[in-house]
């Protein structure tokens, strides 16, 4: 469409360098832009954050907006949907790319109300169709049980937020050339209506889910916080984390930030062991990734057997305490 | 303390998968015969976050849901759950709405009601899941909007909203009137029971169309130009389950820990 051109990607920080999703979303930005013959610009936010620039455009950007501010030092929801929606109208980028993570699920549907370009959440895959050069993406739908594939209309920007860790990342290549810009002018703190009162982190007990190899995950079958236990038993033996369904959280059996699936989160461990679990969609879809799926189930016609390497057909109680033992003999070896 | 809540009804996303059908060609979901639709998981706590606003702060809560067809079965859910009132705008027109039509739609009927304090929204529709309309409607009605929630508290005239993030929890403070969306972690729904289950059988659900809310369907045309589906599909996976068998669950375990010791 006349007057919208080049990709445009939201970047993220973790831990003051560039969050891994913002080098993930240059890669694919890059082979969009290129595409289209067009330019990959990236917004950063933050406080101090002037040096990440030339990383940037090591990693593909051709130009790189630095919007430095105190008021950006972490995430705010009012304050970056205002920098993001500025820069938009002034740059008018054919195509805006989000991580689908905390602040770009926040931010992308807000910048959607406000420009009205059209947003697809959770893709899975981007591309441009040959014909239309739209923006054509893929999203799981319906908890997971199917996807679809959409293609943006005549409004622009074409909007996505792109799931974590299914790209691969941009290469690094420090020759390359491109311009750093300063976003200029302060952000009028009266466009800030809501306030972070407090940040809680949760302590986890052993290894993090997202880093752990092994994770044995538990779902309504498991029948209490205490049978929750034997899981903890198996995952530590494994050096592994333990993860939950989503009615094992409601239950209360374990905290909700072990959920796994589409509505928490999304792992790829070496081995899951999905333990009293059906495996509806909605949860599976957040361990697909894993190298080896197995299912201990009752029922053998539950669902987990459709996507498990391997199965055990029984209740996981005389199954996981014979497992548990055998396992410890061949791991002390 | 007056509240709206936004529901939606959707086929029911419990059945096991291998019920799960699409038509390929209207690219829609063919549900399966006799499981009638539900109210929206997440849709459900937002009412239970309401109720709960309510048992402390006492006021007033309106449900609303938009649809193509006859919706208000979602709507009287609500009723039966404690909630006070509930309109429902249904339209032919109103089949295949995208986000921001529904959100178009959504923020005629909350300007047609007026006076709230809080709106409240799921954080994702359990059928179509786009994740965004709460948030357009925000910015279609210019107020703030928290995401994520998962608890709610009224301080002050100022709503204090615990979010959930990925390592942990956010309080945010917002003014009234805000948007506020509604995750899972927000706790279990109560059940419907007692004089609102009796009071929302008899309970008139008011149907608007377009026009009582001032929507001209026009506008809709205009604000449809966003996305279109192009292709709906089942993925499809290979099944290569070794199903383990032993004369004893035990035994079957201890092949397995053989295998999987191979993997380490
Ligand atoms: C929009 C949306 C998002 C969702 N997001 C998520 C999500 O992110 N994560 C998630 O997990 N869910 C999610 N869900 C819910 C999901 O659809 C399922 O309801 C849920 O995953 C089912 O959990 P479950 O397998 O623990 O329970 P159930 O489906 O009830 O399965 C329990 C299983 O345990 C087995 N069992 C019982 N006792 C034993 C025993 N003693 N030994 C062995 N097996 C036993 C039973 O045979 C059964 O298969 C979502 C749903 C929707 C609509
Ligand atoms: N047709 C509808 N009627 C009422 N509320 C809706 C409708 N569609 C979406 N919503 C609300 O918006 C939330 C997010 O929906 P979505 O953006 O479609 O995933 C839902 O959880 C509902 O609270």
């Given amino acids: 469409m006349d007057g919208y051109q080049g990709v445009l990607v939201c970047g993220e920080l973790a831990e003051g360098k560039l969050a891994p999703i913002t080098i993930e ?24 954050i002037g040096h990440l620039g030339q990383e940037a455009i090591a990693y593909g950007a051709d130009q790189v907006f630095v919007a430095e501010d105190p008021l ?3 995430y705010n929801s009012d304050a970056y949907t205002y920098l993001m929606a500025d820069l938009c109208r002034k740059i008018n980028p054919s195509i805006v790319l989000f991580g ?20 697809t959440m959770d893709c899975l895959t981007l591309s441009i169709d040959p014909t239309t050069k739209r923006l054509i993406s893929t999203r799981p739908v319906f908890g997971g049980n199917a996807h679809a594939t959409l293609m943006s209309k005549s409004a622009r920007p074409q909007m996505a937020t792109l799931r974590q860790k299914i790209v691969a990342p941009a290469e690094r290549n420090d020759s390359r050339k491109g311009e750093i810009i300063p976003v200029e002018g302060k952000i009028d703190p009266s466009i800030i209506k809501m306030k972070v009162v407090e940040r809680l982190k949760e302590e986890v007990e052993g290894v993090k ?3 752990a190899e092994v994770i ?7 029948g209490s916080a205490q049978n929750f236990k034997m899981l903890r038993e198996l995952a530590d033996l494994l050096g592994g984390a333990i993860g939950a369904t989503r009615p094992a959280c409601d239950e209360g059996w374990v905290p909700a930030s072990l959920q796994i699936g589409q509505s928490g989160k999304v792992v790829s461990p070496k081995l899951y062991i999905a333990v009293a679990l059906s495996g509806a969609m909605s949860h599976i879809s957040g361990c697909l990734g894993s190298k080896v799926i197995v299912g201990i189930n009752k029922d053998p016609e539950a669902n987990i057997f459709n996507v498990a390497r391997y199965g055990i057909v029984a209740d996981y109680k005389e199954v996981l305490p014979a497992l548990i033992s055998k396992l410890k003999e061949r791991l002390s070896k | 303390m007056n509240t709206i809540v936004c529901v939606k009804q959707v086929p029911d996303p419990e059945i096991p998968p291998a019920k799960f059908k699409i038509d390929p060609e209207t690219k829609k979901v063919v549900p399966p015969p006799g499981v009638p639709p539900v109210i929206s998981v997440y849709d459900e706590r937002a009412v239970e976050a309401a109720l709960r606003l309510k048992d402390k702060h006492k006021g007033k809560i309106t449900v609303i849901s938009v649809g193509a067809g006859k919706v208000s079965d979602v709507v009287r859910h609500a009723l039966s759950m404690g909630a006070d009132e509930g309109f429902v705008i249904e339209d032919g ?8 039509g529904t959100a178009t739609v959504l923020s005629k009927a909350i300007q047609k009601i007026g006076g709230y304090d809080l709106i409240l929204c799921g954080r994702q529709a359990a059928d179509w899941g786009a994740g965004q309309v709460g948030s357009i409607l925000a910015e279609i009605l210019g107020i703030p909007v928290v995401t994520f929630a998962c608890g709610i508290e009224a301080v002050d005239k100022k709503l204090r909203v615990r979010r959930v993030v990925k390592d942990g929890f956010e309080i945010l403070e917002t003014p009234m009137p805000s948007l506020v969306t509604v995750s899972s972690e927000i706790g279990l729904p109560r059940l419907p029971a007692g004089m609102s289950l ?4 008899k309970k008139q659900i008011p149907v ?19 996305t279109e589906i192009i292709g709906l599909s089942i993925p499809t996976r290979k099944k290569e389950c070794e199903i383990i068998t032993g004369t004893t669950p035990a035994e079957a375990a201890i092949q397995l820990a053989e295998k999987l010791s191979q993997l380490f």
């Fill in chain 1, 25 to 48: 979303l240059l890669g694919i930005g890059r082979k969009l832009a290129d595409e289209l013959g067009e330019k990959v610009s990236l917004l950063l936010m933050g406080n101090p």
């Fill in chain 1, 72 to 74: 950006l030092e972490v």
């Fill in chain 1, 100 to 119: 689908h993570t905390d602040m770009g699920c926040d931010l992308a549907p807000r910048l959607n109300g406000r420009l009205g370009g059209g947003l």
């Fill in chain 1, 209 to 211: 889910l997202e880093d």
């Fill in chain 1, 216 to 222: 044995v995950s538990g779902g309504r079958g498991i």
């Fill in chain 2, 93 to 100: 027109a109103f089949e295949n709405l995208d986000s921001f």
């Fill in chain 2, 198 to 201: 009796m009071l929302a059988r």
């Fill in chain 2, 208 to 226: 608007w169309k377009p026009q009582d809310i001032g929507l001209d369907l026009s506008d809709l045309d205009k604000e449809k130009a966003h």
